[in-house]
């Protein structure tokens, strides 16, 4: 079977990315998150465990391109990126590039925040 085209590659990401968002929003209000963010932690799991069975049951059945651009791309994309950022960090493990794996780990995590509070200082002024 071949890949989808662009154009229709780009659709799947879109639809299916609109849907994981929402998805994330809605999860995001039933999960009464306080002081400590439950939501967010709830969500970044199911997405893992969700593109867990998604990248084993592609695996089992030897890929489809179309379901991966639209689920794993798409939906939980859209849901999470900690879904995608787990599962290369554990395809780089399963490949015997521990050494990388924890430089992505290490850089993912020091850089998401370096680069957070660099944008709030910028947006406030340099406060």
């Known amino acids: 079977m071949n890949p989808p ?4 590659s780009s659709l799947a990401v879109a639809l299916g990315g609109g849907f994981g ?3 994330r929003f809605v999860a995001s209000r039933l999960i009464q998150s306080g002081s ?3 939501a967010t932690l709830t969500i970044n799991i199911v997405g893992s465990f969700a593109m867990g ?13 179309s ?8 939906v939980l994309g859209g849901f999470t990126t900690f879904s995608a950022f787990s599962l290369e960090v554990v395809t780089l493990a399963q490949r015997g590039a ?3 794996a924890a430089l992505y780990v290490g850089a993912s995590l020091a ?10 200082a910028i947006t406030r ?3």
């Open 36 to 38: 400590f963010p439950y």
């Open 67 to 74: 379901v991966r651009l639209l689920l794993g791309v798409g």
């Open 5 to 8: 085209g662009f154009l229709l």
């Open 21 to 23: 968002a929402w998805l």
């Open 111 to 120: 850089g998401g925040i370096v680069g957070l509070i660099v944008g709030m």
């Open 98 to 100: 521990l050494g990388a």
């Open 53 to 65: 069975l998604l990248a084993g049951w592609l695996a089992r059945q030897g890929g489809n391109e």
């Open 125 to 127: 002024g340099g406060a």
